[in-house]
């Protein structure tokens, strides 16, 4: 069964860095294109980062030069670093495959403080 977990939002002050994780079982992250999502409240879900299997990265504008995707393939598992983060980052984040063709996760909070 294929299962994406995401794990470490919380809490922080504008600013402040967080680095999300992703385990994967049932795919094989390092073999797929990835990428993280977030939904705030009353918006869309949207695509911030994503990597791809020759690891090439792609950013949103908002989250440029502030986000870091990257993927450790012993232990199949993708990771989002999160750093200046603004108010505006505050979201649930999810990860999911670029075709979108596995199951959503329960994303992990996000929230940033002014």
């Known amino acids: 069964q294929v299962q994406l977990v995401e794990s470490g939002g919380g809490l922080v002050q504008a600013g402040g860095s967080l680095r999300l994780s992703c385990v994967a079982s049932?795919?094989?992250?390092?073999?797929?294109?990835m990428g993280w999502y977030r939904q705030a409240p009353g918006n869309q879900r949207e695509l911030v980062a994503s990597i791809t299997i020759g690891g090439r990265t792609n950013y949103a504008d908002s989250v440029k030069g502030r986000f870091t995707i990257s993927r450790d393939g012993a232990k199949n598992t993708m990771y989002l670093q999160m750093s200046s983060l603004k108010p505006e980052d505050t979201a649930v984040y999810y990860c999911n495959t670029l075709n979108l063709d596995v199951s959503w996760g329960q994303g992990t909070q996000v929230t940033v403080s002014s």
């Open positions: 049932g795919i094989i992250v390092r073999l797929r294109t």
